[in-house]
C-alpha cells in the first residue's frame, strides 16, 4: 500500500520555524515529484513547495520563497519542509504529496491539483 506519513506540525509564534517530516513508502519514490500543498480555513489547498524527481528543481509559491526549503532524502524516502520566519498567513493543514512517476512539479502551480498520493495532514498555526 501507499503511504505518505506527514509530522512536524505544531503551534509556534510568528517569525518562529518549524520542520515537515514525510516518510513514503509502497511506490518508487525515485520516480516522483513530491513536496506540500497547504489548505487554510476557507481557502482553496494550493501548492507550496515541491522537488522534482531528481531533486535538480524545486517550486515554491511566491508567499514562502525565501522562507522555506524543501529537501528530500533518497535513502530514506522522506521529504522536509524546512520553514523559517513563519507568518500568521502561513497557517493551515499541510499534506505531504508525490505526483508521477516521472512528472514534474508542474501540478504544485494547478488550482485545486489532485496528485497522485497523499498523505494525511499536519497542522501548523502560526500566533501573531
Known amino acids: 500500500d501507499v503511504q505518505l506519513q506527514a509530522s512536524g506540525g505544531g503551534l509556534v509564534q510568528a517569525g518562529g520555524s518549524l520542520r515537515l517530516s514525510c516518510t513514503t513508502s509502497?511506490?518508487?519514490?525515485?520516480?516522483?515529484?513530491i513536496g506540500w500543498f497547504r489548505q487554510a480555513p476557507g481557502k482553496e489547498r494550493e501548492g507550496v513547495s515541491c522537488?522534482?524527481?531528481?531533486?535538480?528543481?524545486?517550486y515554491h509559491v511566491d508567499s514562502v520563497k525565501g522562507r522555506f526549503t524543501i529537501s528530500r532524502d533518497k535513502a530514506k524516502s522522506a521529504v522536509y519542509l524546512q520553514m523559517e520566519n513563519l507568518k500568521s498567513e502561513d497557517t493551515a493543514v499541510y499534506y505531504c504529496?508525490?505526483?508521477?512517476?516521472?512528472?514534474?512539479?508542474?501540478?504544485?502551480?494547478?488550482?485545486?491539483?489532485?496528485?497522485?498520493?497523499w498523505g494525511q495532514g499536519t497542522q501548523v498555526t502560526v500566533s501573531s
Open positions: 522537488m522534482s524527481r531528481d531533486g535538480v528543481k524545486t
Open positions: 504529496a508525490a505526483d508521477g512517476p516521472y512528472g514534474g512539479c508542474g501540478g504544485w502551480r494547478i488550482r485545486r491539483y489532485n496528485a497522485d498520493h
Open positions: 509502497g511506490f518508487n519514490f525515485d520516480d516522483y515529484a
